[in-house]
Structure formats: C-alpha cells, structure tokens
C-alpha cells in the first residue's frame, strides 16, 4: 500500500469511513485503511559502521568515509552508501521524523579540539560533540543523535572538522530510524 502522513490518514478514514449508511464501507475499503497504516508507522532501521580511518583533519568539514559494513538495514526505505560514508532515506517518505545517531573512538594530537557533525542534505544539523583528543593511542569515545524532520529523500553522513593534525577513527557507527510522525503520541 502507500505510506502517508498521519493527517493524510485521517482525511482518508473522515471520507472512506464516514458513515456507513448506504453500505459504503467494504471489507476492501477497510483492508486498504489498515495496510496503509501499517505502512505508515511500521519502523525502519539502517546502520552502518567503520572499524578504522585515518583522516587528516583541518578547519573544513571532511566526510567520514568510507564506511564498510552494514550492520542493520530496513529494506525499502534507507539505502546505504559505504563508499560515500552515508545513508539515504528514500524520497517517497513523506514527512517523517529520523533519529540519526553517530559513535564511536578517536585519537589523535595532545590538546586538539574536534568537533563531529551530523549533516542531512549537506547541511550542518545542530547536532554535534566537542572531542579534545589526548595524544596517539589515547582513545576517546563520542556519540551524538538528534531528531530531524524531513520530507522526501534525505542523506544523512557525519563530518569532523578541528586543528589540523592526524587523527584516528575507530569503531564508528552511523545509524537512521524512522519515527513515524505523531506514531508515539
């Protein structure tokens, strides 16, 4: 069936179901209500991770990437892209909510600050974490999720950016979930 946005579900059920007087509820007219619910907050989940990348950073944004495993996808509503260090939400989505979430390790320069971002669309979200590294080999763990609501394709990848050095990312994971907006309320 199709997924819909809550609003639309319910002008659907005030048309389709408004009274049934006239014998104008069928058993189809109902079963095509409930798939389009069901498609409508059934979640969907995609993760994928990185075991090790060393990046030089700078004051410019660079992509984590590449990414390579896949550790959980949903079918039919994120694509991953590894090489690019990215997941996509499809653009048949109307407008829903993504819990998008990054962690993982770094390491790098004594006293270096970092900062790792969230971006939707190549956009900065306002989610983001601070890291001050503690020298090579002195691993420091970060995660940073947020709440971001969109309508149609989006494309979720994470950037650090910090005083230029070498740094090490370890065990980095980046993941999406579909939160049907309102399906909690």
Not at 34 to 48: E, F, G, L, R, Y
Not at 102 to 119: A, E, H, M, R
Not at 168 to 177: C, E, I, Q
Request: charged content about 15%; hydrophobic content about 45%; overall charge negative.
């Amino acid at each position: 069936m199709t997924t819909k946005s809550i609003a639309d579900l319910l002008a659907e059920a005030d048309t389709k179901l408004a009274d049934n007087n006239v014998q104008a509820i069928t058993a189809q007219v109902v079963r095509d209500m409930i798939k389009d619910m069901i498609d409508t907050v059934q979640p969907a989940n995609s993760m994928i991770a990185l075991n090790s990348l060393p990046l030089a950073l700078n004051a410019a944004p660079q992509t984590l990437e590449p990414f390579n495993s896949v550790i959980l996808h949903t079918p039919g509503f994120y694509v991953n892209d590894l090489p690019n260090g990215a997941i996509a939400r499809s653009a048949d989505a109307p407008v829903v909510e993504d819990v998008v979430s990054v962690s993982g390790n770094v390491s790098g320069p004594n006293g270096n600050d970092i900062s790792v971002i969230l971006f939707c669309n190549n956009v900065a979200t306002p989610y983001s974490i601070a890291v001050s590294t503690a020298g090579p080999g002195n691993v420091l763990g970060f995660n940073v999720s947020g709440l971001l609501r969109t309508a149609g394709a989006a494309l979720y990848e994470v950037r650090a950016f910090g005083a230029a050095g070498n740094y090490t990312f370890t065990n980095v994971k980046l993941s999406a979930s579909r939160q049907p907006v309102r399906s909690f309320v």
